[in-house]
């Protein structure tokens, strides 16, 4: 077996479950699960029909680089989206297809670290948990930059010390946060990329929550607009990862993009061609009608507007918690330990949040997500206001 698989942790799930073994929360109250990032809205009842009028493609084995109709579409998303330059975004080198941005931020380490130079690979603490595992069985080893309140949880990029960018060949962004929601701005992404010029090493950006944010008239940039905004119309070491997930509510698709640099792009498509991970081709047209469409995406965001808005309201006067740039989480500290926190509540009000020294390893001395609990307001409206008043309730006991 490769030994690298004995390196990986638990998954948080797996920890969770082993941390609420043995309870028996109150009968009386239905069981409200926040700790999972999978959305409950309705999908796009359009994008099904697509899916279904279009099962007769499956006697065709599918291209790895997906169609030309596919590429197309997830270029012009792109260049709108992030007001890119017309034409930067060439459909045939500069955009895959991908079955959900989780396989790809996986398979996008393997194919692009050299083990035969003792490398690092950077990513943010607290982190989804597929950037380590993809770092350790890429043969390399994750330094974590710890993600506080008191850097407005985001990686400070200027307190990296210089030996470890030297030995960095792959940087993992995530921006909108998860579990934070916090956005990255122009000035940070820029930062990196020039970062990544003077030691060569690429960047990874996951934007899987970027369609997600309460204000309509300001949407996250991303790393693409970063690098436009630089005049690098190549996009040179800049690679980002986009999904149908979170934005469309189509978590069962599994169905996303990665696009940038071509020359990175051309390598990963020569590993993923031998790795087998071609699109289906009713997905590709499921996906090709997601992309196309804003209505849906809009409406989804007025729903998880809402949501935080019934939350605050019953939370922001018992946990120190706020409304997040973006994604669909919460982040609140806790009173007392995390751990503590969510096993107490699943006891008493049988509601499952995931604790944030779960999604975090200890780094510099601390663990930064140690004392903070990850709440998904993905269930429906009422359920996230009945989860609150429980958690209201709870920390009155406190």
Known sequence: MNPDLQRLLPYPFERLAQLKAGITPPAMLAHLNLSIGEPKHQPPHFVAEQLISHLHGLAQ???????????????????????????SIDPARHVLPVNGTREALFAFAQAVIDRGRTPLVVLPNPFYQIYEGAALLAGAEPWFQNTTAENGYRPDFAAVPAEVWNACQLVYICSPGNPSGAVLGLAALQQLIELADRHDFVIASDECYSELYPNEDNPPTGLLAAAAAMGRDDYRRCIVFHSLSKRSNLPGLRSGLVAGDARILTDFLRYRTYHGCAM?????????????????????RALYREKFDAVLDVLGPVLEVRMPDAGFYLWPRTPIDDTEFARGLYAQQNVTLLPGSFLSRDAHGENPGRNHVRIALVPPLEECIEAAQRIRTYVDTL
């Open 280 to 300: 289906p081709p009713a997905t590709q047209a499921a996906s090709i009608a997601a992309w196309q469409d804003e209505t849906h995406v809009r409406d989804n």
């Open 61 to 87: 084995y599918p291209s790895t680089r997906g169609s030309d109709e596919l590429r197309s579409v997830m270029a012009q998303w792109l260049t709108q989206r992030f007001a890119l330059p017309e034409a």
